[in-house]
């Protein structure tokens, strides 16, 4: 059902766009790079705090193939840390994602140009870890466990970013987006409040023109 929609989304575009610049697109047309700050939780998780949010970094790869100027569809191949924080102790579990989303993007306007993009990703598990202190009976304990075996090895959920392009050059711009999912899938292996990833994201990058623009 997901991919008939996909496919039926995807015809879609290329309809609408094919009478449009049919010398240009469509093609494979650029490729990015970038890199930031992650802001993440887990919500539906009686474990973990759900205010306090966990902190780590995203690097991601990019190739976009484009229909038309305005629309256009992406891929990805990102390094995401996200997790959570406990809900008692000083303690944060952090788990190392290696992502791959999938998303339509929509530009507007000339230089600089806004984007928005909504999608899904799938992601796998590198590793997971719980770092932090707490106290018992007056001595600070120190942890540093490696929990991976805890966490489901898979993840899946929704996406939806935007931002905006600069020109640098002929065959570069530079951006900046924000970035947000939303996960489906429990991440624990043991758990009984159907515990979700959920993170935030900024990031700086360029991207490199393959060909014209």
Known sequence: MIIRIFCTAL?????NCINVEGQ???RFRYLSLDAGL???GVHSGSRFDRHKKNFGTNISLSGNYSFCETRSIGASLAFEQKGAVDNVFDINTNL?????????QWVTGKDPRLFITTGAYTAWLVNATRRGEYVDGGQ???VNDNVTTDFRPLDFGLLFGFG???????DFDFTVTFRGSAGLSNILIHATDNPKNYHFNIS???IY???FR
Do not use: C, E, Q, W
């Open 11 to 15: 015809s879609l575009i290329f309809l």
């Open 24 to 26: 240009k697109h469509p």
């Open 38 to 40: 992650n802001i993440a």
């Open 96 to 104: 190392n994602y290696l992502s791959l989303p999938i998303y339509f």
């Open 140 to 142: 600070t304990v120190k």
């Open 164 to 170: 905006m392009m600069v020109r640098l050059y002929d």
């Open 204 to 206: 700086l990058g360029y």
């Open 209 to 211: 023109y393959i060909g």
